[in-house]
C-alpha cells in the first residue's frame, strides 16, 4: 500500500515530491538545476511501479528482486549510488551538496529493498 500510495504521488504531482525531498536532503537545493527529463521520467517511474504492484502476475515478483539488486548497490556503496544518481539528475551535480543523513538514509533504504528481494526469493 505504501508503495502505491507513493506511486500515485509521483505521477499526480511529480515536482512537488521532487521539491520536497530536495529541501530535506540538500543543504543547497536552490542550487541544484534538474535535467529537463527528471520530471516525466519520475512520472513514467510511477506508471512502471503501481503497474508492477498492482498486476497479481510475475511482474511484481520480479519487480522486488530488481528492487534486491537496486538495494545491494545503494546499501554496500552509497556515496557512489548518491553520486551517480546526483550526476544523472542534476546539470550541475557537482553544486549539490547532500546532507550527511542521505549516506545512512540510502543505505537503510538499500537494506530494505535486499529483505524484500530475499523475502520474495524465499516465499518462491
Known amino acids: 500500500m505504501l508503495l502505491s500510495a507513493i506511486g500515485i504521488i509521483e505521477l499526480l504531482s511529480p515536482e512537488a515530491l521532487i521539491n520536497r525531498t530536495e529541501q530535506l536532503a540538500l543543504d543547497n537545493p536552490d ?3 534538474l535535467r529537463s527529463w527528471v520530471v516525466p ?3 513514467i517511474e510511477a506508471l512502471f511501479i503501481l503497474v508492477s504492484v498492482w498486476r497479481s502476475d510475475h511482474s511484481y515478483s520480479t519487480f522486488k528482486r530488481f528492487l534486491g539488486v537496486i538495494g545491494l548497490f545503494a ?3 552509497p556515496r557512489a549510488y548518491v553520486d551517480y544518481g546526483t550526476q544523472l539528475a ?4 557537482s ?3 547532500w546532507k550527511p ?3 545512512v538514509g540510502t543505505r537503510l533504504v538499500g537494506l530494505v529493498y535486499v529483505i ?3 523475502d520474495e526469493l524465499r516465499n518462491d
Open 116 to 118: 524484500i528481494a530475499f
Open 31 to 33: 542550487d541544484c538545476e
Open 75 to 77: 546499501l554496500v556503496f
Open 90 to 93: 542534476y546539470t550541475d551535480a
Open 101 to 103: 543523513w542521505v549516506y
Open 41 to 43: 521520467g519520475a512520472r
Open 95 to 97: 553544486d549539490c551538496r
